[in-house]
């Protein structure tokens, strides 16, 4: 029996959710770069028309109903390899105070869960390398770090310098 309930975000959790992801900004020693909005996340998650950018688990506490204490925000990708699409965790958060109560463990299972109902072969993330409990975490599930890949990010002038040569 656990002492929480994961479940599919709603509207009224987005102040929460961004909450969850200016501690994890905190966490991984960057919060100025955690400038998403509610408007934003309500815009993504709950689209008035076409399909969500992203979708998002939360977890509530059994001791304190209606409070967000943990998130896992993910999305559908595709591989040329497979084929078909994949998972990709964008963040998993559990408030420090939660950590080693199981929550991390069930999120992670949950998400593997809707792969397997889905038929996505892939389930990816990225880590920081510094992040060595995370690690460790992923890990002992059986994640394996796929370290022969480096991530790249173009963003701020370099995008834009690289939008005008085009």
């Not at 925000?73 to 998972?87: C, D, N, R, V």
Request: with cysteine; charged share 25%; glycine share 8%.
């Amino acid at each position: 029996m656990t002492d929480f309930e994961i479940r599919d975000a709603r509207r009224d959790d987005l102040p929460d959710l961004i909450r969850l992801v200016q501690a994890l900004a905190a966490y991984e020693k960057d919060p100025a770069s955690a400038v998403a909005t509610t408007d934003q996340f309500d815009h993504a998650l709950f689209p008035t028309t076409g399909s969500p950018a992203a979708s998002c688990l939360v977890v509530e506490h059994a001791d304190r109903p209606g409070h967000v204490v943990a998130m896992a925000l993910w999305f559908a990708t595709f591989s040329t390899w497979t084929g078909q699409q994949g998972m990709w965790l964008e963040d998993l958060f559990v408030e420090p105070e939660q950590r080693g109560s199981g929550i991390g463990r069930a999120l992670l299972g949950r998400l593997a869960q809707i792969c397997v109902e889905r038929g996505y072969p892939r389930f990816e993330w990225t880590v920081l390398d510094w992040n060595t409990p995370s690690i460790d975490f992923y890990r002992s599930r059986g994640a394996r770090p796929q370290s022969e890949w480096t991530t790249f990010r173009l963003d701020g002038e370099a995008l834009d310098r690289l939008a005008g040569e085009a």
